[in-house]
């Protein structure tokens, strides 16, 4: 981790994680600041609880890196990891109404056709100050919604470490380049863990929660990678 991040946790930073929920008494998870369940067809409910595993997993690898933040939770997920594209799109707008800085969406569509649903959720989130943060490719093919215009794409790099993250250029586009491991079970190789893009994303959220800490002026997608710009020339220096 870049030095100038060592004593920042995230605080002041609000974050809301798109997903299958969390569980509450996992030994990974810090306090949470509540959030929402939304059905398939997109009514609401207060019941979070992850009966799936990968919501608490991804939660628990961005309070890892920013234990300070203010971590929301939107679970779209319930009996399998699918969702419809109306239901992300309504969770991302329950996002951006309560002001979070950003939004993590550890998760993708590669169906085109989703785009007339969620690229105006993204602007919306925009808009409002909202930085949406989710896969920009998997195995070779675009994932919506990270890879529309506003959103912040995340691509796996399986060289970087846990707690780094690279901002690069992908088909002409500014993206982040973080590590798919999540955050490690004590007795459990790494290889029987779960991984991948999902994890590059969260690990990605965290850190620049913590840019977003050590910047507070920097609003909006082109001013976070901006900070996390100036933080890879203080580093190079």
């Known amino acids: 981790m870049r030095e100038p991040l060592r004593s920042r946790t995230g605080r002041g930073v609000s974050i809301a994680v798109i997903d299958s929920g969390a569980h509450p008494n996992h030994p990974h998870l810090g306090l949470l600041a509540g ?8 009514r609401e409910h207060d019941d979070l ?33 699918a969702t419809s594209a109306r ?14 800085r950003l939004a993590n969406l550890s998760l993708g569509t590669p169906r085109q056709s989703r785009i007339e649903v969620l690229q105006p959720a993204v602007e919306r989130a925009a808009r409002a100050g909202t930085i949406v943060i989710a896969a920009y490719s998997h195995e070779g093919r675009l ?3 990270g890879s529309l215009p506003g959103a912040l794409g995340v691509c796996l790099d399986w060289d970087l470490p846990r707690h780094g993250v690279r ?25 029987r863990n ?6 590059a994303v969260a690990n990605a959220t965290g850190i620049l929660a913590l840019a977003l800490d050590l910047f ?12 996390l710009d100036a933080l890879e020339r203080v580093r190079m220096s």
Request: hydrophobic content about 40%.
């Open 49 to 81: 609880t992850d009966r799936l595993g990968h919501g608490t997993a991804v939660t628990a690898a961005i309070q890892e890196k920013a234990p300070g933040a203010r971590v929301h939770v939107a679970r779209v997920f319930h009996d399998e990891l």
């Open 35 to 42: 959030g929402v369940a939304f059905t398939p067809d997109g």
């Open 167 to 191: 901002v690069g250029h992908r088909d002409g586009r500014r993206v982040l380049h973080a590590s798919g491991y999540p955050r490690p079970i004590p007795g459990v190789p790494p290889t």
């Open 87 to 100: 239901t992300l799109a309504r969770a991302i707008d329950w996002t951006a109404e309560r002001g979070c």
């Open 143 to 145: 994932q919506l919604p």
């Open 194 to 199: 779960l991984s991948g893009i999902s994890f």
């Open 216 to 227: 507070p002026e920097a609003q909006g997608r082109t001013a976070a990678l901006e900070a």
